[in-house]
């Protein structure tokens, strides 16, 4: 339980900065280091010298794309949570994320234009949660274990149709294909079209932040308090979908953290959504970032796929929240 | 003047109907209990009358407008319902809880003003929780739960007032002492109240208006005194019930 000094608005700001040195060290951490002040330097004046090259080509791209990435995933988990009401939820886990991965796949198999990828993306992923939505919902309210195990066996199901596209792909790349199974990052800029999604994802968010205060206890009482439930619920499902679709077309399927990111946030800011997304949004990027140059420097000169790194933070956090039963609520 | 009425409705779920043609009407002042046995549909009609299911035939009107054209907000500023049930899915303090009752009253970007905190702080008081707006809500216990819906209902500040079971996980003492004063700060101010009873000699002590509902859409009501007879009530119960004079008061006893 944070102390109330971090309640009053503390985490916001200081999740800022922290976004802030930590894109610093992904640009001047790598296989040739460069130091603070060569790297203001090298901001400021831009020019053509070494560093300049690998910052502006190499390490920006792929941190802003972190960045934007991280933001993206930890705003679709937290809405994803909401929507499902189960704090399991995450793009990754069930499935949305494969929705986007297996249908960009199929734009590239099919040999349609590459511009169809982003668009392809969009529908899988809608596609994905559209289909949680309606399967998983038993009787009444949403019950945890068939949400998860629908969402899993849509995940594999996914899982599968890329493993088919990509065995059935004569004479491509394969290895670079592997990254919408796995997650990675290539020395792509996150694109105009990304940014101002997360922007505005993150606006209306905030603007129906108490709408989803309420949602998240309970569709009846929302209803009862004026919330128009409907709405919202596919306001919530086309704008995670979105965000999804934005990250992974950017990275292929980067698991937890929808899950990670959100839980840890509730810790610190509590549930209410004005500060959690805000604070998520943040915290998704600062680990993205993060985990990104790790990526990239712990077994270096061997690139891991960002991922895996995810992937190790966030099966143990997902079993964990799964064995204390999540009824309970984060504190 | 009526603030709730419904005209020849027909409510239920499923294969269960809770009331057929049923005209009623709920004026200020008035305090309703809804009484009949497990699966009947009390909580249906309830949900019905508060606009959350669909109404199979008949109209609503809330305030002398039809309930389907009144926006949503209106609708949660008019009435107000406590659920049998209480859901969270993440813990909150309790003062956030309380203060979701005003929602219907705060919109968009604007912030809850000092008296919407004013307000969630007299109602905290007057179910007896001053004291706890800091705690978590899932370290209360079930009874300090349900004042604490009753205290978000409150600050919800409604004309028509639906209650699911109100005293629901209470203790004795809360039981008869906040439904004294919930209800008389209910009737002061011009509200209809209708709840969902459990236990008939409280309902019949807090109420002047008894809604029958016999299964299979067959209904009766009336005043206290009119309704609430041996008859009718062992027949409600499907047991013998047997009325008993204490002093002023009348119970009902079963057999």
Request: charged share 15%; aromatic share 6%.
């Given at each position: 339980?944070?102390?109330?000094?971090?309640?009053?608005?503390?985490?916001?700001?200081?999740?800022?900065?922290?976004?802030?040195?930590?894109?610093?060290?992904?640009?001047?951490?790598?296989?040739?280091?460069?130091?603070?002040?060569?790297?203001?330097?090298?901001?400021?004046?831009?020019?053509?010298?070494?560093?300049?090259?690998?910052?502006?080509?190499?390490?920006?791209?792929?941190?802003?794309s972190a960045l934007v990435v991280g933001a993206s995933l930890s705003l679709a988990g937290v809405l994803m949570q909401v929507l499902l009401?189960?704090?399991?939820?995450?793009?990754?886990?069930?499935?949305?994320?494969?929705?986007?991965?297996?249908?960009?796949?199929?734009?590239?198999?099919?040999?349609?234009?590459?511009?169809?990828?982003?668009?392809?993306?969009?529908?899988?992923?809608?596609?994905?949660?559209?289909?949680?939505?309606?399967?998983?919902?038993?009787?009444?309210?949403?019950?945890?274990?068939?949400?998860?195990?629908?969402?899993?066996?849509?995940?594999?199901?996914?899982?599968?149709?890329?493993?088919?596209?990509?065995?059935?792909?004569?004479?491509?790349?394969?290895?670079?294909?592997?990254?919408?199974?796995?997650?990675?990052?290539?020395?792509?800029?996150?694109?105009?079209?990304?940014?101002?999604?997360?922007?505005?994802?993150?606006?209306?968010?905030?603007?129906?932040?108490?709408?989803?205060?309420?949602?998240?206890?309970?569709?009846?009482?929302?209803?009862?308090?004026?919330?128009?439930?409907?709405?919202?619920?596919?306001?919530?499902?086309?704008?995670?979908?979105?965000?999804?679709?934005?990250?992974?077309?950017?990275?292929?399927?980067?698991?937890?953290?929808?899950?990670?990111?959100?839980?840890?946030?509730?810790?610190?800011?509590?549930?209410?959504?004005?500060?959690?997304?805000?604070?998520?949004?943040?915290?998704?990027?600062?680990?993205?970032?993060?985990?990104?140059?790790?990526?990239?420097?712990?077994?270096?000169?061997?690139?891991?796929?960002?991922?895996?790194?995810?992937?190790?933070?966030?099966?143990?956090?997902?079993?964990?929240?799964?064995?204390?039963?999540?009824?309970?609520?984060?504190? | 003047?009526?603030?709730?009425?419904?005209?020849?409705?027909?409510?239920?779920?499923?294969?269960?109907?809770?009331?057929?043609?049923?005209?009623?009407?709920?004026?200020?002042?008035?305090?309703?209990?809804?009484?009949?046995?497990?699966?009947?549909?009390?909580?249906?009609?309830?949900?019905?009358?508060?606009?959350?299911?669909?109404?199979?035939?008949?109209?609503?009107?809330?305030?002398?407008?039809?309930?389907?054209?009144?926006?949503?907000?209106?609708?949660a500023r008019k009435m107000g319902i406590l659920f049998q049930h209480f859901e969270t899915l993440f813990s909150t303090r309790v003062v956030?809880?309380?203060?979701?009752?005003?929602?219907?009253?705060?919109?968009?970007?604007?912030?809850?003003?000092?008296?919407?905190?004013?307000?969630?702080?007299?109602?905290?008081?007057?179910?007896?929780?001053?004291?706890?707006?800091?705690?978590?809500?899932?370290?209360?216990?079930?009874?300090?739960?349900?004042?604490?819906?009753?205290?978000?209902?409150?600050?919800?500040?409604?004309?028509?007032?639906?209650?699911?079971?109100?005293?629901?996980?209470?203790?004795?003492?809360?039981?008869?002492?906040?439904?004294?004063?919930?209800?008389?700060?209910?009737?002061?101010?011009?509200?209809?109240?209708?709840?969902?009873?459990?236990?008939?000699?409280?309902?019949?002590?807090?109420?002047?208006?008894?809604?029958?509902?016999?299964?299979?859409?067959?209904?009766?009501?009336?005043?206290?005194?009119?309704?609430?007879?041996?008859?009718?009530?062992?027949?409600?119960?499907?047991?013998?019930?047997?009325?008993?004079?204490?002093?002023?008061?009348?119970?009902?006893?079963?057999?």
């Open positions: 339980m944070g102390g109330s000094w971090v309640r009053q608005g503390w985490v916001i700001p200081g999740l800022a900065v922290l976004l802030a040195v930590v894109m610093g060290l992904s640009l001047s951490i790598g296989s040739m280091p460069i130091d603070w002040q060569e790297l203001v330097v090298t901001l400021r004046t831009g020019g053509s010298s070494v560093s300049a090259t690998v910052v502006f080509d190499l390490r920006l791209p792929r941190a802003l009401r189960n704090p399991l939820a995450d793009p990754y886990v069930l499935g949305t994320s494969g929705g986007a991965a297996a249908f960009a796949l199929l734009v590239i198999f099919l040999g349609l234009p590459y511009q169809g990828i982003p668009l392809a993306a969009g529908i899988g992923s809608m596609l994905s949660m559209g289909l949680l939505f309606l399967l998983a919902r038993g009787e009444g309210d949403w019950s945890s274990a068939r949400l998860l195990l629908t969402g899993i066996v849509l995940a594999s199901g996914w899982g599968a149709l890329i493993s088919f596209i990509l065995s059935i792909t004569q004479g491509a790349e394969i290895h670079s294909m592997l990254f919408w199974l796995m997650g990675d990052f290539r020395a792509v800029s996150p694109g105009l079209t990304r940014w101002i999604l997360l922007a505005s994802a993150l606006a209306l968010g905030l603007f129906v932040a108490r709408d989803l205060n309420l949602l998240a206890g309970g569709e009846l009482r929302a209803q009862s308090l004026g919330v128009h439930t409907l709405v919202l619920r596919l306001g919530i499902l086309f704008g995670a979908s979105l965000l999804t679709a934005a990250a992974v077309t950017l990275s292929g399927s980067i698991g937890f953290v929808g899950l990670v990111v959100p839980h840890m946030m509730r810790r610190l800011v509590g549930a209410d959504h004005r500060r959690l997304l805000p604070a998520s949004a943040l915290a998704g990027s600062c680990l993205l970032v993060l985990a990104e140059m790790i990526a990239r420097t712990v077994l270096a000169p061997q690139q891991l796929p960002v991922g895996v790194i995810t992937a190790f933070v966030g099966v143990p956090l997902f079993l964990y929240l799964l064995g204390r039963g999540h009824r309970a609520g984060s504190p | 003047m009526s603030l709730l009425s419904a005209t020849g409705i027909e409510a239920g779920v499923g294969s269960v109907t809770a009331c057929r043609d049923l005209d009623l009407t709920l004026k200020p002042g008035e305090v309703w209990s809804v009484l009949g046995q497990n699966g009947v549909g009390k909580t249906t009609l309830l949900l019905t009358l508060a606009g959350l299911r669909p109404l199979r035939a008949g109209e609503i009107e809330l305030d002398g407008t039809s309930l389907q054209s009144l926006s949503r907000k209106e609708r956030d809880a309380v203060m979701t009752g005003r929602h219907p009253w705060v919109s968009g970007w604007r912030g809850t003003s000092q008296h919407d905190e004013k307000m969630v702080q007299e109602q905290l008081d007057r179910v007896g929780l001053e004291g706890f707006g800091q705690r978590m809500v899932t370290t209360l216990s079930g009874g300090e739960r349900r004042r604490m819906e009753i205290a978000a209902l409150g600050a919800q500040q409604t004309k028509v007032v639906l209650l699911d079971e109100p005293v629901n996980h209470l203790d004795l003492h809360y039981q008869v002492h906040l439904m004294r004063i919930m209800l008389e700060e209910w009737q002061r101010k011009g509200c209809a109240v209708m709840m969902v009873m459990h236990d008939i000699n409280l309902a019949l002590r807090f109420s002047n208006r008894l809604l029958l509902l016999f299964g299979d859409g067959e209904t009766c009501q009336g005043d206290v005194a009119s309704v609430a007879t041996e008859s009718n009530l062992t027949r409600l119960f499907g047991h013998p019930l047997q009325r008993v004079a204490i002093g002023k008061e009348t119970l009902f006893w079963p057999l």
